[in-house]
């Protein structure tokens, strides 16, 4: 059973930094991309920042220069350092990942259970 589990989410003022990990564990053979999503109360969920196995990155707009997303594929682990937050970037976090796991014939995506970021002005 494939898990994704994300941790470091909390409560930041404007201008702080906080940053996000995500862990996949069971019985995985391999990761391709891995992403952050992000969705605010009332909004649809969001593409926050996406890297590929040999380490690509893209990101939206409204977080260019201030988040960098990482993996460490050796442990199948993926983080997010998030500087500079706005109280806009207020919003629930899931980690999503493109996973090939035992009793699977082709990668599927899998979601973690989200964290919660929240920025006071």
Not at 5 to 26: H, M, T
Not at 78 to 91: F, I, R
């Amino acid at each position: 059973q494939v898990r994704l589990v994300e941790s470091g989410g909390g409560l930041v003022q404007a201008g702080g930094s906080l940053r996000l990990s995500c862990a996949a564990s069971g019985n995985i053979f391999s990761i391709n991309d891995m992403g952050w999503y992000r969705q605010a109360p009332g909004k649809q969920r969001e593409l926050v920042a996406v890297i590929t196995r040999d380490g690509s990155t893209n990101y939206a707009d409204s977080v260019k220069g201030r988040f960098t997303i990482s993996r460490d594929n050796a442990k199948n682990t993926m983080s997010l350092q998030m500087s500079s937050l706005k109280p806009e970037d207020t919003a629930l976090y899931y980690c999503n990942a493109d996973i090939l796991s035992a009793f699977q014939l082709s990668h599927r995506g899998y979601w973690g259970q989200g964290t919660q970021v929240t920025v006071s002005s």
